[in-house]
């Protein structure tokens, strides 16, 4: 039979607000973790990434904050705007060369 | 500098058919990475090679998948005797030698399974 998968956790927000996406994470000695954007029929595209030595990093328009004793990390994205309409995945490094990708949040950005 | 570059874009076999897929690195990237991502999911990681090397296969399955890396021309991703539960998205990433941590994705391949 055909195979679904599950629906993407899905946050729309007002062109001009603040979004905020979170993920949990299941490996403590990860040290290494990268936001990725996926836009429709493309590859994942990085846009930020933190080391577990830190717990805070601002890039340009993005914050990615990383919460080490509950595992959680979180990407905030300022004065969102139409193109930054996409999927959005957390992906974390654990010392190999595996990443290990969250599930997903859809991002609508509405005008 | 180009990106990871990957083709066909779309492949549509039928069951029992091969795919081969192909993937270049980003110039001076000599580390590639194939994941698969189903619809509404995450990637998944497959197999990780270096040049003529396979250096991470735990996310490959054990029968009909390989993977090669050769020293010279593209990394390939094999399918034999494809079902149609291979239908899927393929990625492939590359990253430099000094930063296997740091990878990046080409544009994928999305194979279709008839």
């Known amino acids: 039979g055909e195979s679904v998968g599950l629906h993407l956790p899905t946050l729309s927000v007002q062109e001009g607000d603040n979004s905020i996406i979170n993920c949990a994470y299941s490996n403590s000695a990860s040290d290494y973790f990268i936001w990725y954007k996926q836009e429709s029929g493309k590859g994942p595209q990085f846009i930020i990434d933190i080391r577990s030595n830190m717990d805070k990093r601002q890039g340009q328009r993005v914050t990615v904050l990383l919460n080490k004793t509950v595992k959680h990390l979180s990407l905030q994205i300022a004065a969102t705007q139409p193109g930054d309409s996409a999927v959005y995945f957390c992906a974390e490094n654990n010392a190999g060369n595996m990443l290990t990708f969250g599930g997903g949040t859809r991002l609508m950005v509405k005008p | 500098n180009a990106g990871v570059m990957q083709n066909p874009r779309h492949l549509v076999r039928r069951r029992g058919q091969e795919a081969r897929l192909r993937c270049s690195p980003m110039k001076g990237h000599s580390h590639v990475y194939w994941y698969r991502q189903l619809p509404e999911e995450g990637l998944k990681f497959m197999v990780y090679?270096?040049?003529?090397?396979?250096?991470?296969e735990s996310g490959m399955p054990k029968e009909r998948f390989s993977a090669e890396f050769p020293k010279e021309g593209p990394s390939i991703l094999r399918i034999q005797q494809v079902v149609r539960g291979d239908s899927a998205a393929y990625f492939c990433a590359s990253s430099p030698p000094v930063r296997t941590d740091m990878q990046y994705f080409g544009p994928g391949t999305r194979l279709t399974v008839t």
């Open positions: 090679l270096q040049k003529e090397n396979i250096i991470d």
